[in-house]
């Protein structure tokens, strides 16, 4: 399975972007993304990770893992982790609003406010994404698929 971000908007607090599956060079559209904002000098739970490709793996463990498997008990297997990021750890894809409910993770979501630099982004109907998003991108991982997203900056 592979996934892709493009980032098209950066504020001084946060980048929004789009989520999409691609399959045979075909994109489709799932959903709204938000990320912290771009740095050059990386600043902890501040910053987006870099443009590249990387790989997802389900997550069994932490206090992500906990507090999901009880929100999420009906589809719930492990949080969904990119891994390898070069300087980042533990970068989860899961719910949340703005980018005070990221450290470098990707949030989704249905919904999207410009991300403006007077203004903080938002994405809105979080769980609803997530809960959509969630049991195909997990079930590829149990079937042992390999799954990729590749970021890519449009800002």
């Known amino acids: 399975m592979k996934l892709e971000v493009l980032r098209f908007s950066s504020g001084r607090d946060s980048t929004s972007g789009a989520l999409f599956s691609v399959v045979e060079g075909v994109k489709t559209f799932l959903c709204y993304t938000l990320e912290d904002e771009y740095r050059d000098n990386k600043v902890y739970s501040e910053t987006r990770i870099p443009a590249g490709t990387y790989n997802i793996q389900l997550r069994t463990v932490g206090g992500f893992h906990s507090k999901y498997s009880k929100r999420f008990q009906d589809i719930h297997k492990g949080m969904l982790h990119v891994v390898d990021v070069p300087g980042f ?9 703005t980018d ?4 470098g993770c990707l949030l989704v979501g249905d919904t999207q406010h410009n ?21 195909k991108i997990a079930k590829a991982l149990e079937r042992g698929e390999d799954v990729t997203i590749t970021y890519i900056d449009y800002d």
């Open 89 to 97: 750890d533990y970068i989860l894809i899961h719910c949340g609003n």
């Open 100 to 103: 005070e409910h990221t450290a």
């Open 115 to 135: 991300n403006m630099v007077e203004e903080d982004g938002f994405i809105g109907r979080s769980t609803v994404a997530y809960k959509r998003l969630y049991p």
